[in-house]
């Protein structure tokens, strides 16, 4: 071959690369053998080495934040102990017949179990879920702390900056260990047997109404095991005329609401 050869090769492997700055050697080769470039792929690889070729790494579309979070925010290392001391949420899925997925945000107060909120529409982002939570706030009241896992939409920042202006501290249990948001977790299991597995929604609305109307017999018909057989609503209804106050809570002041019945931590493998 003509000396020039590799000089013009390496120049035109390099033109190709510059215009396609995602494309990897196998790719380019392809190119210049299609252009007429008679040249094994091997050579090519060989070549893009030495030209410190590489494709870049694909930027991350998450939320802007990484995630985060320890068992140290776990059910058994941060209890609640005390109504609208410690909220939990997380999302669920399912489809209505025509198999569009929707997505449900679950709320729930843990020391009581109490579902404080379903939300159900066909995309939930983070700034939908700081929306739900203002106009939850706003009528139910705010927990101390909020515990979830890393979803992109609970680490993301605007509703972080969000929940410190109110004054809510938030959780993040370890990344892929659901068992630390156990309360909420199990909440939604009871949610899929009983009422997800148990209906077909043929829309949104639908989807809405009997979701609304499970969780309604959820917190005052349903008896709770964790609650020792009271429902929700009657377990809080306790809690508020053993403290003798409002339905708010302050550890500082007042006899201290009952108990709710012990959890066992989960046994780890040897």
Known sequence: MPDDFEARLVKEMNRLAEEHPRWGYRQIHRLLVEDGWLVNRKRIERLWRLEGHRVPPSKSKNSGKKAGGGAENSIWNLPAVYPDHIWSFDFMTDRTSDGIPFRILNIVDEYTRRCVESYVARNI??????QVLERVFATVGKPKIIRSDNGREFIAETLAEWLTEQGV????????????????ERFNGSMRRECLNAEEFHDILEARVVIGAWR???????????LGGKTPAAFA?????????????DD???TEPPKPARRRQ?????
């Open 125 to 130: 982002g983070a700034r939908r879920v700081a």
């Open 169 to 184: 501290a938030s959780a993040f249990v370890a990344k892929g260990s659901p068992a630390q948001n156990g309360i909420c």
């Open 216 to 226: 309604l017999e959820y917190n005052t018909v349903r008896p709770h095991r964790g």
């Open 237 to 249: 209804a306790e809690a508020a005329r053993s403290r003798r106050g409002p339905a708010r809570f």
């Open 252 to 254: 500082a002041e007042g």
């Open 266 to 270: 989960p046994r780890r493998r040897r």
